[in-house]
Antibody, heavy 119, light 107 residues
């Protein structure tokens, strides 16, 4: 059974950095075709794709947020980490960790974690 | 960078009716990697359709996807009460972007 679970702070202050961890089970981060993406959703708004790391360690970023994002993985812990710098209140929202496969799109989603940016 | 525009923004229909949701891309989706998701309040999205027209595991056959080039459609043949939700289209792989969503509401 594939599961993904996000963890991290619920509240961050403006200008601080956010670090979110996704712990996965039921699949290997190094299996061919496996990809983990972070997607966020401000309250009442649309989904926004942020970043992705592939089984071969290739990394891809939202072009608008590229300078603020870093994605990495620790295969020994089955974890993917997203770091976002210089947080702003507009970054408030639910952050989802997801699994994407080569052809099938985002087939599994974590429950999401709500991050609020406020002083 | 591909921009996806979904229409209409809100669609008001009754159970039993046919629902047709549109997704238009700013350039051709040459890879064919176009997906549709359903999201209900307080829940994570759920994959319905991938690669334009393939149904995900467990998705009822009243959901179907079609299209090519820049124009794509999600069709719900006969609406059930549980189908009223927000629907998103997405280009995945590389690049990766979502549309702004269509809210399917009860008339």
């Amino acid at each position: 059974q594939v599961t993904l679970k996000e963890s991290g702070p619920a509240l961050v202050k403006p200008t601080q950095s956010l670090t979110l961890t996704c712990t996965v089970s039921g699949f290997s981060l190094t299996s061919s075709g496996m990809r983990v993406s972070w997607i966020r959703q401000p309250p009442g708004k649309a989904l926004e794709w942020l970043a992705r790391i592939d089984w071969d360690d290739d990394k891809f970023y939202n072009t608008s947020l590229r300078t603020r994002l870093t994605i990495s993985k620790d295969t020994s812990k089955n974890q993917v980490v997203l770091r976002m710098t210089n947080m702003d209140p507009v970054d408030t929202g639910t952050y989802y960790c997801t699994r994407e496969t080569f052809r099938s799109g985002v087939d599994h989603w974590g429950p999401g974690t709500l991050v609020t940016v406020s002083s | 960078e591909i921009v996806l525009t979904q229409s209409p923004g809100t669609l008001s229909l009754s159970p039993g009716e046919r629902g047709t949701l549109s997704c238009r891309a700013s350039q051709s989706v040459d890879t064919g990697y176009l997906a549709w998701y359903q999201q209900k309040p307080g829940q994570a999205p759920r994959l319905l359709i991938y690669a334009v027209s393939s149904r995900a595991t467990g998705i009822p056959d009243r959901f179907s996807g079609s299209g090519s080039g820049t124009d794509y459609t999600l069709t719900i043949s006969r609406l059930e009460p549980e189908d009223f939700a927000v629907y998103y289209c997405q280009v995945y792989g590389r690049p990766n972007t979502f549309g702004q969503g269509t809210k399917l509401e009860l008339k």
